[in-house]
C-alpha cells in the first residue's frame, strides 16, 4: 500500500507512525516535490531521518531533481542528509533517458538474494 503524506507536516507524521509507524517498509521524500525554503527541506529531512530511525524504516531520498543539480553530491551533500536509499535520473545522463539508484550496503546486499530488481523507469 502507498499512503502519501503532505510534506512538511509533521504532525500528520507523527500521528500516521504512531497509528502503523512498525508495519511502513519505507518513506520516499522528494525534497523539491514542493516549494518552499530551503529551511524547510533541511527540516524536513532532519524529521525524516530520525522517524526512520526509530521506527526502522527506511529512507528514500528521490533525487532526480536535486541530484547533480544542487550540489555534486545532491541534496545529502546540500543538506547533509544520511539516507538508506537514493534515486537518480535524467541529470547524471546529461538529459539522456537513464536512472540509476544505491543505498547502504546491508540494503543493497539484498538484491539478487531473493530480491529482484527489475528497473528503475
Partial sequence: MILPLPFNNQEILDKTL???GYQVAAIIADLYGEIAA???H???SRIIRQKCTEYGIVFILDEVKTGFRIANGGAQEYYG???DMSTYAKAMGNGYPI???GGKRQIMEVI???V???GTF
Fill in 116 to 118: 529482484a530488481q527489475g
Fill in 42 to 44: 533541511y527540516q524536513a
Fill in 112 to 114: 539478487g538474494q531473493g
Fill in 99 to 101: 536512472a540509476a539508484f
Fill in 81 to 83: 542528509i544520511d539516507p
Fill in 18 to 20: 504512531r497509528s502503523i
Fill in 38 to 40: 530551503p529551511f524547510y
